[in-house]
């Protein structure tokens, strides 16, 4: 064996290590995770999204909105993730089993939006999506001084013909934001589904995984009480 | 394909020295013009498309109302666009040229069929333009470095594949009896970013894999770009350049092999850093760390062999605005590693991960090290491909000062943003009793270092426009006329005084 072949050798075994590790070991072992099936619910969870989330999925991928926002809850006590509302428990690998596409993201320009749903469940407006359509078509009139931009290209102002559409959200918006009489602003199918998707993402159930953390004393208390109280 | 062929079959391979009376730096330099014309276009291309992207993006984010309406323009989708048009067409192409032509240089051998070398690089920046387009028409995967939809993958590997092995038998057909650090890197990024890219392509995009089984194949495979491909190509270049350019033999030579191999274990592990405290396996996140922070060998390598071979040259030869861009990079690179290394600390990471200090580490690493890096090579190797001096030597000058100086701003600003950022986001700054900093309150303290980065950005277009601009009229006034031999070589300093 000359040098060179030692060398090609060595370059060889230096990335299958790290492709071993990082790459088989996990895939031969926690890639063949299952959902947990709870007795007395008798559901296995996580669950999957319905349809219309699924599609919503789609659209927060090809609108690139993980260029700002993850989707990944730190354990209290590493950051200050539960304090700031982001989840009551961090994230764990079982809650993306079901997920085509992993869009955890690497930036927080914005919040983390793993749980959005639950968070904004209380003030979403009476179906609850007022909220959601409201950001959506201009993030000023829920967040003022957001830099994120407004997805009004999401929304169809169109002239109402016959009944006005009861979908229409211009009720919503304030006087500025008004259409053209005889106009309604309504949203398309794409935001339909993206809100969807978007009030679907909540991790609530509790996995045994996720029961035990690890907090470092200084927040034990404040901790401990946003962990037991998300015990299913 | 017969006289390549014939290469291969008298080459002695590496070990034994044959004599070479024909290959010299002309007709070398003359084998590889076609291919290093090629890539250099398509990156100069490249790289001010990218950077009119990196416009709007940065507009956007001090201005979201800024071309709101475009749903194609929409800043998620523009950032994508620019990060895939900026690593896969100006980066790689760069690196190919650069590639391409140490290989040919260091070998001594001449570049065998140029043409099929054209056929695939047009087949490669065929995909790039594929996939920046599906980026903006909404097929792009969100997913940070490999934006491109799934179906711009196999064009780009199959391009890849025959620019790698095309390098690969170059160097085989070469009749140099030693093998410098160079080549080392070179070769070694040639085998590793096929495996990365095609294990990423296939279990991502083609049969994505379960749950976060795909954010560890992300993170290998992001930072791989960066440690197994752009961070060997670059620092391949600077082990060449250095000591061309002064005239003198890179110091602690004999160190280098331990820098090569001890980057090579440890640098495909580091990309489970990305996942610090996220839903994989701690212990992956765990040997990242322990990788990372085993990086220190290689860097204080690097450190020794770069910085005392800078120093003790002479003035005189320290002028070139090669070695300027060149020794930029080479600190950039040191500065940029050690930084990562304190970011991916668990503790630093707890209050720094996700902020913009992250991507002013990314910026200096692929701007400060690899971008300048690429330009001060290309300076001195478009002259002698070519054979022809810059037409706007002035350029080079100014190039360089608004290159340092853009990038300077931007990640200055960048870190800046993301040390507050952090704090207020991560941190109870009141005390642990206080209530947390509203997200909305960061967000208006970001507001002006995030105007930096516009200003940043103009400077850098100015760079990059002064970029075009003399390699552009360099290549045009060639093709006018290519009976040109490449004879009379100035280097660029030279070719500055005049």
């Known amino acids: 064996m000359n040098r060179s072949s030692l060398f090609f050798l060595g370059v060889f075994v230096a990335l299958a290590a790290s492709w071993t590790g990082i790459v088989l070991v996990n895939q031969l072992s926690y890639g063949q995770l299952t959902t947990v099936v709870d007795a007395t619910e008798g559901l296995a969870f996580p669950q999957a999204i319905p349809g219309t989330g699924q599609q919503g999925r789609s659209v927060y991928r090809d609108l690139g909105c993980a260029a700002c926002h993850t989707q990944q809850v730190r354990r209290p006590g590493f950051g200050i993730d539960d304090k700031r509302g982001w989840g009551d428990r961090q994230s764990v690998a079982r809650d993306y089993l079901l997920e085509p596409h992993v869009l955890i993201g690497t930036h927080r320009i914005g919040p983390d939006l793993r749980n959005v749903g639950a968070r904004k469940d209380g003030l979403a407006g009476r179906d609850g999506r007022e909220w959601y359509l409201r950001h959506l078509y201009d993030p000023q009139l829920t967040s003022p001084g957001s830099i994120m931009p407004s997805y009004k290209f999401l929304f169809e102002t169109r002239k109402i013909v016959g009944q006005p559409s009861p979908k229409a959200i211009q009720g919503l918006l304030p006087a500025a934001y008004q259409p053209v009489r005889g106009h309604e602003i309504v949203p398309t199918a794409r935001a339909e589904t993206l809100v969807s998707y978007l009030m679907n993402l909540k991790d609530t159930y509790a996995y045994p995984e996720s029961r035990n953390v690890f907090v470092p004393k200084a927040s034990t208390e404040a901790a401990g009480q946003t962990v037991g109280g998300n015990q299913p | ?498």
């Open chain 2, 1 to 498: 394909m017969a006289s390549l062929s014939s290469q291969i079959s008298t080459s002695r391979g590496v070990g034994l020295p044959v004599a070479s009376p024909n290959a010299d730096g002309g007709s070398i330099d003359a084998s590889a013009r076609l291919p290093v014309l090629l890539f250099v276009s398509a990156s100069a291309g490249w790289l001010l498309i990218g950077t009119v992207f990196a416009l709007i993006s940065s507009f956007k984010l001090h201005a979201p109302g800024f071309l709101g309406d475009v749903e194609m323009l929409t800043f998620g989708r523009v950032k994508g666009a620019e990060s895939a048009v900026l690593t896969y067409g100006w980066g790689f192409n760069a690196a190919f040229a650069l590639v391409l032509w140490l290989l040919a240089r260091l070998s001594r051998a001449e570049i065998g069929k140029p043409i099929l070398l054209l056929v695939a690089g047009l087949f490669w920046n065929f995909g790039v333009l594929l996939g920046m387009l599906g980026i903006l028409a909404g097929h792009g995967t969100s997913l940070e470095w490999m934006e491109m939809p799934g179906y711009a993958g196999p064009l780009l590997f199959g391009a890849y594949l025959f620019i790698g092995t095309w390098a690969l038998l170059t160097f085989r057909a070469g009749r140099s009896s030693q093998v410098y650090i160079t080549q080392w890197y070179l070769l070694a990024a040639l085998l590793w970013f096929p495996w990365i890219f095609s294990i990423a392509q296939i279990m991502l995009l083609i049969d994505p894999a379960r749950g976060t089984i795909q954010s560890l194949v992300h993170g290998w495979y992001s930072h791989g770009l960066l440690t197994l491909w752009f961070g060997p190509i670059g620092i391949g270049a600077i082990y060449y350049f250095l000591p061309k350019l002064l005239s003198r033999p890179i110091s602690n030579y004999y160190l280098s092999g331990y820098g090569f191999w001890t980057l090579a274990i440890f640098g495909g592990w580091v990309g489970a850093t990305r996942l610090i405290g996220g839903p994989v396996p701690a212990w992956v996140v765990t040997s990242g760390i322990a990788a990372s922070f085993m990086l220190a060998v290689p860097i204080v390598v690097l450190a020794v062999n770069f910085f005392p071979t800078m120093i003790g040259s002479p003035a005189a030869l320290r002028r070139d605005w090669s070695f300027h861009f060149i020794a930029v990079g080479a600190v950039a690179l040191v500065g940029a590693s050690m930084v990562a290394m304190v970011l991916n600390l668990r503790g630093v990471a707890s209050v720094f991960q996700f902020t913009f200090l992250q991507t002013a580490q990314s910026n200096l690493t692929t701007y400060g090290f690899f971008s300048m890096v690429a330009f001060g090579s290309l300076y001195y190797i478009l002259p002698r491909v070519t054979g022809r001096s810059f037409p706007l030597p002035s350029l080079l000058g100014f190039h360089f000062w608004t290159s340092s100086i853009g990038c300077g701003l931007s990640v200055a600003g960048l870190a800046l943003a993301g040390y507050e950022q952090g704090i207020a986001m991560n941190t109870l700054p009141g005390g642990p009793e206080s209530a947390v900093v509203p997200f909305l309150d960061i967000v208006q303290r970001l507001l002006p270092y995030l105007f930096t980065q516009t200003l940043a950005t103009v400077v850098l277009v100015a760079a990059h426009l002064a970029f075009v601009v003399n390699v552009g009229w360099l290549i045009l006034s060639c093709a006018d006329r290519t009976s040109a031999a490449p004879s009379a070589l100035r280097t660029p300093l030279e070719a500055a005084a005049r």
